[in-house]
């Protein structure tokens, strides 16, 4: 059985920093692309970030957030500095089922974690 599972989650101050992990289980994703996407209060859910044969970044995210793997692991990474008060979101780790290449569509991605809330506050 396949399970994404998100971590490191939590509160933190305009312009910290925080790590948040995923963590998969089941099934190796080396070779397939993987996401995160994030959900705030009242809005659908958008992608943040994704990771295959090549990076990609949300304008919205890009300059201030990293994403990156650990294979050996089976661990996806996002690393999110300067954050701001509307990076506040519950934030989803997502793979596809086979291929490299990323999308920025929710659909194309078959697996998905229950998700890790980040709460950017003063």
């Known amino acids: 059985q396949v399970q994404l599972v998100e971590s490191g989650g939590g509160l933190v101050q305009p312009g910290g920093s925080l790590t948040i992990s995923c963590a998969a289980s089941?099934?190796?994703?080396?070779?397939?692309?993987m996401a995160w996407f994030r959900q705030a209060p009242g809005k659908d859910r958008e992608y943040v970030a994704a990771?295959?044969?090549?990076?990609d970044y949300a304008d919205s995210v890009k300059g201030r957030f990293t994403i990156s793997r650990d294979n050996g692991k089976n661990t996806l990474y996002l690393r999110m500095n300067s954050l701001k008060s509307e990076d506040t979101a519950v934030y989803y780790c997502?793979?596809?089922?086979?291929?490299?290449?990323?999308?920025?569509?929710?659909?194309?991605?078959?697996?998905w974690g229950q998700g890790t809330q980040v709460t950017v506050t003063s």
């Open positions: 089941g099934r190796t994703f080396s070779s397939n692309a």
């Open positions: 990771i295959g044969v090549s990076t």
């Open positions: 997502a793979a596809k089922s086979q291929g490299g290449y990323w999308s920025r569509g929710a659909s194309h991605y078959a697996y």
